[in-house]
């Protein structure tokens, strides 16, 4: 069974930085694209940021320029840096696999919380 166990999240400032991580266990990590969400309160789920098998890298347009994803399959790890962050990026964030650039296939984990004070 894949478990997703997403950390690094806290309480920042604006203009702030957090590094968020996400381990996986139960899947053959390195085959899999990875992507990171959001959800804000009273907002729907959100696609922030996905990386191919290979290392391709998308980004939704509200984040581009300040976060980057990156990947380590050695550690069957996902990470977002993020840099420059806003109150409007405050939401809980959670990670996901599949096999496309919105990569949702598995059972959403209990995610992490950012929250950036303006």
């Known amino acids: 069974q894949v478990q997703l166990v997403e950390s690094g999240g806290g309480l920042v400032q604006t203009g702030g930085s957090l590094r968020l991580s996400c381990a996986a266990r139960?899947?053959?990590?390195?085959?899999?694209?990875m992507g990171w969400y959001r959800q804000a309160p009273g907002k729907q789920r959100e696609l922030v940021a996905s990386i191919s098998s290979g290392g391709s890298k998308t980004y939704a347009d509200s984040v581009k320029g300040r976060f980057t994803i990156s990947r380590d399959n050695a550690k069957n790890t996902v990470y977002l840096q993020m840099n420059s962050l806003k109150p409007e990026d405050t939401a809980v964030y959670y990670c996901?696999?599949?096999?496309?650039?919105?990569?949702?296939?598995?059972?959403w984990g209990q995610g992490t919380q950012v929250t950036v004070s303006s």
């Open positions: 996901n696999w599949g096999y496309s650039t919105d990569p949702r296939i598995g059972s």
């Open positions: 139960g899947m053959i990590f390195s085959i899999y694209a």
